[in-house]
Structures are given as structure tokens and as C-alpha cells.
């Protein structure tokens, strides 16, 4: 077993400098689960977005890599990746006992705010538990890599990852909440966000829940910047709407993406002798559910399953079928989408949108608008939106071409990549002294 980790490294290409804008003091690293990960492009292009800005990225993967689904150029991806996983055990344990002897009082307190606290459910208790042994490794990198900022674009592990780094060096850190990363909250998300220099947020329906879930006085580190569009916009929907009309469903196949519903109404639609099909794109833990109801419903001549489908393929479907439904719902936990990525992919083609009124849809999809939108686990009203989308196009694709033009200006990469470069070089700081260490506090 190796005894360091694994590190992609390549040299990235120096953008020219934009003229207005000072350098970005020093390097920002990304910490994150798996890096690039094929579900998360919009990382992905934040990623890539901030270097072609000039802002130097280190990322920490804290597990190994997972090369499966992920498109040509995440393949390609030229920066510099540090990569844990099983491989990284010994070292990490290691360097866990080196800074029991040299920092017994910092050690001590970080174990009991981090692990000795009770967890959603034995998933994140693991995912946590590693993540915390790793910042240790990745507190001690910082320095001699020239790290002036910790960022976790989630706020479960990679963000207990970052929290522990900032603790061991000195260096600030942030992180981002999403979805299911603070739906339910983790049980340390509040400490997460008092140590923090600033939390972002992609939707303003979650502003209010961290901000809830800030202490006292810790409420006005939440910052909003939306996502970049992933897809490029384009003209309108292509497909010429006609029987049988071609429905479009993507995503993870699990509890969040309310595909159950979709499937019943599409049975609704057949018994009403409605020509319609289904394409429902993704992989997942409720793949065997879904296709057992597909095949309960006597559905399988009218639903297709690709499985996951390549970000870079996405385009072809949504240019291939009538309109989106996005039939997200919140579970009895708590867990949720954000705004899914997908429904702004299909407003940049003019693709008519319908999707549940839960989350942030609504800051997107405005209903009679740019969309459709319809309360959560109704199969009922999902037909009837389909059959509305189907039986007037022209109105629907005015409304799709309406939220093509709001998705360009909310999602301008070029807005809020600039956003981004800005927040994160305003917090950006070398620890206090000359080595990592002068930074830590043992109080």
C-alpha cells in the first residue's frame, strides 16, 4: 500500500489576465468527494470557470477516482488533483497521531466538536469520520502549496474536510449548501457556518434554512450566486410536437427526483388513450423500483431507460423530445433538490419546462411564465400539464422562450464566475507567521 496519495498533476494553462482585476492571492483549494465527478458538470465548470479567470485551484479528492459516465473533458482535465481513498489510510492515521503529540488540546477539541456528535445516519457518520482524518492531511499541505483558502462546494464531508484543514493551518475556509448536504442538516452545519468565512448558496430558498440554522449573529455569511449553465443556449425546440409526443425525464433515480408520480401519470395518460412516451435518463438506488412500477403499470412499450447518459449526450435528448417534467419532491426527512441543473439545460434549448413547485423550482420556472408548474406527488396534475404542453405549443414554447432569456441572465457564466472570483479572493489569506502551523488555535 502506497504511503502518500495520488496525485494528478499537469500544468494548466495561464489565461491572459483580465486588467481590472488583481491577481488572486494565492491558491484555492476544492475539497470534495470525488473530483471531476460526472453528475456534478456544474462543479465542474465552476472549477474550470475560476482558472480560465486566472484563480490558481488545487482540488482534494478525498476519495479515489471514479471514472465512470464522465465526458471528454473531464477525462481531459489538465490541473492538479490530490487524490486520497483506501490507499491514503496509514497515512492519514499517521499524520492523525503526529498531531495528537505535537497539538494533544487542538486534537482533543476538534474530536469532540466533529466526532462525538450524533449524525443523520451511519452514511454520513462514516463519510464524516473520514473526512475529519483527512483534514488533518490536508491542514498540513497548505502551506508549503501555497493555499490562501479552503472551499467545499458541499456541506457535509468535503465541508467537515475543509473545517478541520482551517483549524490545523490558520487558512480560512468556506463551503457551499445545496440539497440533500443541509436537507436534513448534518448536526454540525451550525458550527460549520460559525468558523466559516462566508457559506454560498445557488438558490434564494436557501438562504432562509441557513440562515436558520446560523447561530446568533452568523446569519449574514450566507451569499447567493447562482450556478453557470452547463449547456450552451441554443434555438428553439427542434422537435416538431407531434404523436406520439416525446416526454423527457432526467436525473438520479432516487428519493428527491419524484419519478413514482411521473410513472402513474403516464399510466393516466394511456387509460385516457393520450399518445405519449416517456425517456427517463439516469442510473441509481431506486433503479429496481422504478422498473418493477414500469412493468406493475404495464408500461415498458412507453417508457425508455438509457440509464445515465454522458453530460455531453444530454443535449441530443432534450433536442429530440417535446418537453421536460421535473417532477422533484421532499422527502419526510427533509431531503430535497436545490433547483435541479437539468431544468435550466432545457430552458437554455427553449425546451418547455413543467416541474414541481417545491425548492427553488419556482425561482426559475415561474408559472404561466416561463413554465409549468405543479404541486409535489401529484400524478394527476402532471398528466394534465403534459397534455396542456402537448395541446398548445405555441404558448408553451413562448413560455420556453421566456425562460431561456431568464436562465441566460441568472446563469451568465461570466456574472457569476466573476461573483465567485470575487468572494473567494476577498477571503483569501496566508496564515499568521512563517509555517502551517501559527494559525492553530488551542483554546
Request: hydrophobic share 40%.
Amino acid at each position: 500500500m502506497p504511503d502518500t496519495p495520488h496525485t494528478d498533476a499537469a500544468p494548466v494553462p495561464e489565461p491572459a489576465a483580465e486588467p481590472s482585476r488583481a491577481p488572486f492571492p494565492g491558491t484555492c483549494a476544492y475539497v470534495l468527494l470525488w473530483f471531476p465527478l460526472s453528475s456534478e458538470t456544474f462543479i465542474f465548470r465552476e472549477v474550470r470557470e475560476l482558472q480560465a479567470r486566472g484563480m490558481p485551484i488545487d482540488v482534494f479528492s478525498l476519495y479515489a477516482e471514479k471514472r465512470a459516465g464522465q465526458s471528454q473533458e473531464m477525462r481531459g482535465y489538465p490541473g492538479k488533483v490530490v487524490r486520497l481513498g483506501a490507499r491514503a489510510t496509514w497515512t492519514l492515521f499517521t499524520t492523525f497521531l503526529r498531531h495528537i503529540r505535537k497539538h494533544p488540546r487542538l486534537v482533543w477539541q476538534l474530536t469532540r466538536e466533529v466526532l462525538f456528535r450524533r449524525l443523520r445516519n451511519l452514511e454520513a457518520l462514516g463519510e464524516n469520520s473520514w473526512a475529519f482524518f483527512a483534514g488533518f492531511w490536508i491542514g498540513d499541505r497548505a502551506s508549503e502549496a501555497g493555499i490562501t483558502l479552503f472551499h467545499a462546494p458541499w456541506a457535509n464531508g468535503p465541508a467537515t474536510a475543509a473545517w478541520v484543514a482551517s483549524r490545523v493551518s490558520g487558512i480560512p475556509f468556506s463551503f457551499s449548501g445545496r440539497a440533500g448536504d443541509i436537507y436534513p442538516q448534518d448536526g454540525l452545519l451550525p458550527e460549520k457556518i460559525r468558523d466559516a468565512s462566508f457559506v454560498r448558496t445557488n438558490n434564494q430558498a436557501d438562504v432562509a434554512w441557513l440562515e436558520h440554522h446560523a447561530p446568533a449573529g452568523f446569519e449574514g455569511k450566507v451569499r447567493l450566486v447562482y450556478n453557470s449553465l452547463t449547456l450552451k443556449t441554443e434555438a428553439d425546440c427542434a422537435c416538431p410536437c407531434q404523436p406520439p409526443y416525446r416526454v423527457l425525464a432526467v436525473g438520479r433515480l432516487c428519493r428527491t427526483k419524484g419519478f413514482p408520480y411521473l410513472l402513474t401519470a403516464m399510466a393516466r395518460l394511456r387509460r385516457e388513450r393520450f399518445p405519449v412516451r416517456l425517456t427517463l435518463v439516469g442510473d441509481g438506488v431506486w433503479k429496481r423500483r422504478i422498473q418493477g412500477q414500469i412493468k406493475r403499470l404495464r408500461l415498458e412499450d412507453a417508457v425508455d431507460l438509457p440509464g445515465f447518459v454522458p453530460h455531453d449526450r444530454i443535449a441530443e435528448y432534450m433536442r429530440s423530445h417535446d418537453m421536460l417534467v421535473m417532477p422533484s419532491v421532499v422527502h419526510s426527512n427533509g431531503d430535497r433538490d436545490g433547483i435541479p441543473n437539468v431544468i435550466m439545460e432545457a430552458l437554455s434549448h427553449a425546451m418547455p419546462v413543467a416541474a414541481s413547485n417545491v425548492c427553488g423550482i419556482a425561482e426559475v420556472v415561474r408559472d404561466g411564465e416561463t413554465g409549468l408548474l405543479f404541486p409535489q406527488r401529484d400524478a394527476k396534475a402532471i398528466a394534465h400539464a403534459i397534455r396542456w404542453v402537448c395541446g398548445h405549443r405555441e404558448e408553451a414554447l413562448a413560455m420556453a422562450r421566456r425562460g431561456m432569456e431568464l436562465v441566460k441572465t441568472m446563469f451568465d457564466a461570466e456574472a457569476n464566475s466573476g461573483k465567485l472570483y470575487e468572494l473567494y479572493a476577498a477571503h483569501a489569506e496566508l496564515p499568521h507567521g512563517a509555517d502551517s502551523g501559527s494559525g492553530r488555535t488551542e483554546g
